[in-house]
């Protein structure tokens, strides 16, 4: 009896390792094939006067050097509202309100926040920012809309975080006599800065990949402007530019190249991201 479960067992294991192994091959295997289907379809079409150069519309060329600056600008702009506000509504949530009801209804909120669909976004964006106050069709009503949209994945993160940290780090602080705000800020956040650098990452993988709330709040124009101009001014990011060219125009080989430009990117922002982490980290060490 002892015999036929030992070996029931092991066919049970060896089953679940196998499903394990069949599960990851499959999820590495599509991503492998769509980051080389992106990269081979879109490298040989990317050139330098296409990164370096704006469109034309009188001589037919086309530059996504606009677009490029406009992926920037509205990620700098995003990331500059949504990460004061997410970590102080974290910190807020786990280090100072009492009522357990409030902390729950917040982050209730916050959940169903995530889970509302980007064009509902976009349409809001576009009734709040763009014609209630006035901002009109810009980078700035973009950067506004994806900020709202992106509060819950900064806070989540952060808040997870904070939990993380020992209460005895709390407490030793405490004991030498320090307030509340240098406690948080000198030994409580320093402890959670993978969380925070963690949300960013998220949410610049979100701002760009967006499109649809953009459509409706930042526009699609192509048009070279410095960053104060632009984000006052209607432009097209990288994604919408992608959309205006593969579904409008029918460029398939300009899209796979913007593409490919986006997973670059994407790539390069992200370990931009863990350098500044790695930076706090030593000075936390």
């Not at 702009?77 to 902390?103: C, D, M, Q, R, S």
């Not at 930042?218 to 959309?243: C, D, K, P, Q, R």
């Amino acid at each position: 009896m002892t015999g036929n479960i030992s070996k029931k067992r092991k066919r049970y294991i060896f089953f679940i390792k196998a499903l394990m192994y069949f599960s990851v091959f499959i999820s590495c295997s599509l991503v492998l094939f769509l980051i080389g289907y992106v990269l081979v379809k879109g490298i040989p079409n990317i050139s330098w006067e296409l990164v370096s150069t704006k469109p034309s519309y009188l001589s037919g060329e086309i530059g996504i050097l606009p677009d490029i600056l406009n992926t920037l600008y509205i990620i700098f702009a995003t990331l500059l509202v949504v990460i004061p506000f997410g970590v102080g509504a974290a910190i807020y949530l786990n280090e100072y309100a009492g009522n357990k009801k409030i902390v729950m209804a917040i982050e209730y909120a916050a959940e169903t926040l995530s889970g509302i669909p980007s064009i509902i976004f976009g349409l809001v964006g576009m009734l709040f920012f763009c014609q209630f106050l006035k901002m009109g069709t810009s980078l700035l009503a973009g950067a506004m809309t994806l900020a709202i949209m992106n509060l819950p994945t900064i806070m989540r993160t952060t808040l997870e975080s904070l939990k993380t940290v020992p209460q005895g780090y709390r407490e030793g602080a405490f004991g030498l006599g320090a307030g509340k705000w240098r406690v948080i800020h000198t030994v409580v956040l320093p402890e959670c800065v993978d969380g925070v650098v963690t949300g960013c990452i998220l949410c610049v993988g979100r701002i760009m990949g967006e499109s649809a709330a953009l459509l409706f709040t930042a526009g699609f124009a192509h048009a070279l402007n410095g960053i104060l101009e632009g984000m006052t001014s209607s432009g097209a990011t990288l994604t919408v530019a992608l959309y205006v060219y593969a579904k409008e125009q029918g460029e398939f080989e300009i899209a796979f190249a913007i593409a490919a430009i986006l997973m670059v990117m994407t790539l390069l922002i992200n370990l931009f991201a863990d350098c500044i982490g790695e930076i706090f980290r030593r000075k936390k060490g």
